[in-house]
C-alpha cells in the first residue's frame, strides 16, 4: 500500500508536547514504550466517530485509545497479548471513587510501617534473583501480598498497577533502557518510599480523572480490554466496531515480552520467559509470522501518515504511524 501521494498535514506532528503535556489524567499511570501521544488518539477518536460509537485498538499497549475514547463519549475495546498492558489499560480506564483509593492506601501504609525486618518473601524466582537483592525481594513480596489481600477488583488492579511501575527503579534494571540491561553501580530505590510515592502521585491523578467523567457524565461508558492475541481473535465479531485506532508493534524494536518481564514474574502472569515471549509481534522469536509493514504503511520517517477508509456508514479503517515518545 502505497501513501506517497498523501500530503503530509503538519497540524498532526504534536513535536511540542513534552511529558507533562502527554500525561494527564490516568495517561502517566506507567511507563510504557511507544505509547500513542494521547493528543493524536483524542483528535482522531473525535474527527472519525461519533458519541456512542465503539472505537477499538487491537494493540491496545497501555491503554491510550481506550481512554480518550472514554474521554470522548465513546465506548472502546481492545486487546493486547500482553497481560501486564491489560492490567494497566484495566487500572487506566477505570474511574474509582477517591475514597475508596484512600481508604485502601492508608491500610497499605500501616502494613508498610509495620513490616517486619526478618521477613521472608515466599515468592521465589531465579529471574528475580537476577534484577533485585534478597532484601528487595523480601519488602516487594510483603506489599504485594497485602495488595492482593485487597478484596476490590478495580481498586487491588489499581495498586498492582503502582507496584508494577516501581519495579525497575527497586531493580538493577539499567535507567532509561529499553533493554534488559543490569548496571550494577545502580542503587535501586526502595520499595516502600518508591511505592508510596507512586501511589500518591496515581492517586491525584485518579481523582482527577474521576471528577472529569463525572463532570462529562461519562464514569459508566463500557471500556473493554481483553488478553488476546490479534492475529487469532474471535471475539470482535465483523463489522461490531466504527473505528480502529491503533499502533501495531514495530518490528523487533521492542522486545515487550522482555520489557515487562519483572511486572510478569511479580504478578504471577509467566514463570517462563521464553513461553511469554512466543505470541507477540514483532519480536525477534516471531518474526516471519506477521507483516506488520501491511498495516504500519511505508514511511517511517514523516510524522503522520493516516488512512481512512471508509467502506460504509458503520464502518471505517484507520491506521497511523508516528514517532514514538516512549518513556
Ligand atoms: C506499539 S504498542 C501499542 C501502544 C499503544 N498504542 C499505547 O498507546 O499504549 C504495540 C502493542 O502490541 C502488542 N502486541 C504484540 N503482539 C500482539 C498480538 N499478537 N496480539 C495483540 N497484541 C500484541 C504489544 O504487547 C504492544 O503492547
Not at 484495566?90 to 513490616?115: G, N, Q, S, V
Request: glycine share 4%; aromatic share 10%.
Amino acid at each position: 500500500m502505497s501513501m506517497a501521494h498523501i500530503k503530509i498535514d503538519e497540524t498532526w506532528s504534536f513535536s511540542d508536547k513534552k511529558r507533562a503535556d502527554t500525561g494527564y489524567l490516568t495517561h502517566d499511570f506507567h511507563r510504557y514504550p511507544a505509547k500513542f501521544i494521547p493528543q493524536i488518539d483524542g483528535r482522531l477518536i473525535e474527527t472519525y466517530s461519533n458519541q456512542g460509537d465503539i472505537v477499538m485498538d487491537p494493540f491496545a499497549g497501555c491503554g491510550t485509545t481506550l481512554v480518550e475514547s472514554k474521554l470522548n463519549g465513546r465506548k472502546s475495546s481492545g486487546l493486547d497479548i500482553n497481560p501486564v498492558a491489560t492490567m494497566i489499560t484495566k487500572a487506566k480506564t477505570t474511574p474509582i471513587h477517591p475514597d475508596k483509593l484512600a481508604k485502601a492506601f492508608a491500610r497499605l501504609t500501616k502494613h508498610i510501617e509495620t513490616y517486619p525486618n526478618n521477613y521472608k518473601t515466599d515468592i521465589q524466582h531465579a529471574r528475580l534473583d537476577f534484577w533485585f537483592d534478597k532484601k528487595t525481594q523480601n519488602k516487594l513480596g510483603h506489599l504485594l501480598k497485602a495488595i492482593s489481600r485487597i478484596r476490590d477488583k478495580q481498586v487491588r488492579t489499581f495498586f498492582y498497577c503502582a507496584f508494577s511501575n516501581i519495579l525497575k527503579n527497586c531493580s538493577i534494571w539499567m535507567q532509561k533502557s529499553n533493554k534488559p540491561t543490569r548496571d550494577f553501580n545502580k542503587i535501586p530505590a526502595d520499595p516502600h518510599v518508591a511505592f508510596k510515592r507512586q501511589a500518591n502521585i496515581m492517586m491525584k491523578k485518579a481523582k482527577d480523572f474521576y471528577r472529569e467523567a463525572a463532570r462529562r457524565d461519562i464514569l459508566d461508558i463500557e471500556s473493554v480490554i481483553h488478553c488476546a492475541d490479534a492475529k487469532n481473535c474471535h471475539m470482535i465479531g465483523d463489522e461490531s466496531v466504527d473505528l480502529i485506532v491503533t499502533s501495531p508493534p514495530y518490528v523487533t524494536s521492542y522486545e515487550y515480552a522482555d520489557l515487562h518481564q519483572l511486572s510478569a514474574l511479580w504478578l504471577g502472569y509467566t514463570d517462563d520467559l521464553k513461553d511469554f515471549r512466543k505470541h507477540f509481534v514483532g519480536t525477534a522469536s516471531s518474526q516471519g509470522e506477521f507483516d506488520a509493514s501491511e498495516l504500519n504503511a511505508d514511511d517511517p520517517t514523516t510524522k503522520t501518515h493516516a488512512e481512512k477508509q471508509k467502506d460504509s456508514a458503520k464502518c471505517c479503517r484507520l491506521f497511523c504511524r508516528y514517532e514514538s515518545n516512549y518513556q
